[in-house]
Nanobody, 125 residues
């Protein structure tokens, strides 16, 4: 089992930055693929960014590429999401997810076994 706890959400203005953290604990040795998803009341849960941490291979959705950076710190088992130039459409609940082995379909939520409780990000103008 892997436990995921997100932190770092909050309210910011458009154009500002925010960094989300996801602390992983438990049996993390095989949880090679980790990702951030987001969800609103109007839109279903969608992949934002992912990482296959053994090789640091990263994945991004088109809407955040160039603005968000995902990274993984193996020493602390922490997944980070650095978000820059935030827009109102980035407002959502952000979830951390993990699965064992590879990122075969990184932005498919059905691929992930473990989920955090979510953290709210609100971007206002």
């Amino acid at each position: 089992q892997v436990q995921l706890v997100e932190s770092g959400g909050g309210s910011v203005q458009t154009g500002e930055s925010l960094t989300l953290s996801c602390a992983a604990s438990g049996d993390t040795d095989r949880s090679y693929c980790m990702a951030w998803f987001r969800q609103t009341t109007e839109k279903p849960r969608a992949g934002v960014a992912g990482v296959y941490w053994p090789t640091h291979l990263t994945y991004y959705s088109g809407s955040v590429k160039g603005r968000f950076t995902v990274s993984h710190d193996r020493a602390t088992n922490t997944l980070l999401l650095e978000m820059r130039d935030l827009k109102s459409e980035d407002t959502a609940i952000y979830y951390c997810a993990a699965t064992n082995y590879g990122c075969y379909d990184w932005d498919a939520d059905s691929e992930y076994i473990y989920w955090g409780q979510g953290t709210q990000v609100t971007v206002s103008s």
